[in-house]
């Protein structure tokens, strides 16, 4: 029984890995135990040292491949029984434990997010201008999984845009953050199994060479910046997602609020990118905080609507052999 209950534990690595992560980088590790737990664990190797400063996005793409391990248990018909932050895995680097519970009766909604885990992906192109009337879903999805999400109006759509702007030309303009930038570019036919195929980013080229050189361009920050305000003042949903707090346990229940929302939203055939520059430029994550009018803190902005164009390109992904242990 215990290898048939590790094989469960696998598949649901299987599932974590498919999880989104701060610029594809994958910061994680699992270890299963004695073929009935799942430790998820942060790999702080692959820390964005310039971007994501406190690694609290590290934190969240943990938080997201968390989620999708538990959609998976339970679409296996295995409760889920979790514990986040154990106070016995801090020193490991263990940011929560999976642990198979109960067999149960595998309910529609499950299998709908599983199904919907295959099918997510980032879609950072134009959406169509088709209203989106419904987000109610997703914001009850983030509040399962303790954080709350706020719809922008168009004012405070236009603002952020402003905030966005902003955020890249400062960001455009470090060096640091430009070569750490480029270390998780990937060229077209890479056998790299993380990082941002060059296709994804809008530097007007898929070719290595002129991608490098758009990295170099001095007006590379206003032209993006331009772009991704076009891009958020056309798409019919802008949420920011936030927490309460502001601790790991906050960024871990951020992560899982997230991909909860990506998986509600892929079900509705709605696709969906992120907006988190001004959120990684610390001095302005404040002001998306006065932008929202509410207490707490923000941790993920993101564009919805419905694609534009058939959208089948997945990131690449690590291999499992790469990420998993088991210790009997």
Not at 180 to 208: M, N
Request: glycine letters at 8%; hydrophobic letters at 45%; aromatic letters at 6%.
């Amino acid at each position: 029984m215990d290898s048939d209950h590790t094989q469960v534990l696998l598949n649901a690595v299987a599932a974590a890995v498919m999880a989104p992560s701060s610029y594809n980088t994958q910061p994680w590790r699992f270890r299963i135990v004695g073929g009935t737990t799942l430790e998820i664990l942060a790999d702080v190797a692959r820390h964005l040292g310039v971007i994501d400063r406190d690694r609290r996005q590290l934190v969240q793409s943990c938080g997201c491949a968390l989620f999708n391990a538990r959609v998976a248990v339970r679409a296996m018909g295995f409760t889920d029984e979790v514990t986040t932050m154990p106070a016995d895995g801090a020193g490991r680097g263990v940011l929560a434990t999976l642990r198979l519970g109960p067999a149960l009766v595998q309910c529609n909604d499950d299998l709908a997010l599983m199904r919907a885990l295959s099918l997510r992906r980032t879609n950072r192109r134009p959406f169509l201008s088709m209203p989106v009337a419904n987000v109610e879903p997703l914001i009850d999805a983030a509040a399962r999984a303790g954080a709350w999400a706020v719809r922008l109006d168009p004012e405070q759509k236009r603002r952020l845009g402003i905030l966005i702007d902003r955020a890249d030309q400062l960001q455009y303009a470090d060096p640091e953050f430009r070569a750490e930038l480029a270390r998780w570019l990937t060229p077209v036919g890479s056998r790299r199994r993380d990082g941002i195929p060059f296709v994804e980013k809008e530097y007007g080229s898929a070719l290595p060479f002129s991608v490098m050189r758009a990295l170099r361009s001095p007006s590379l920050g206003a032209e993006l910046g331009k772009t991704e305000q076009e891009l958020v003042s056309g798409s019919p949903v802008v949420v920011v997602l936030g927490t309460d707090g502001d601790d790991l346990a906050a960024w871990l229940a951020s992560g899982q609020a997230l991909e909860a929302m990506l998986l509600e939203a892929t079900a509705l055939d709605l696709s969906a990118a992120f907006l988190n520059q001004a959120l990684e430029v610390p001095e302005q994550r404040a002001l998306i905080a006065d932008l929202v009018g509410r207490t707490g803190y923000p941790q993920m902005v993101l564009r919805l609507g419905y694609p534009g164009v058939p959208f089948h390109h997945a990131a690449p992904r690590r291999d499992l052999d790469d990420v998993v242990e088991i210790v009997t």
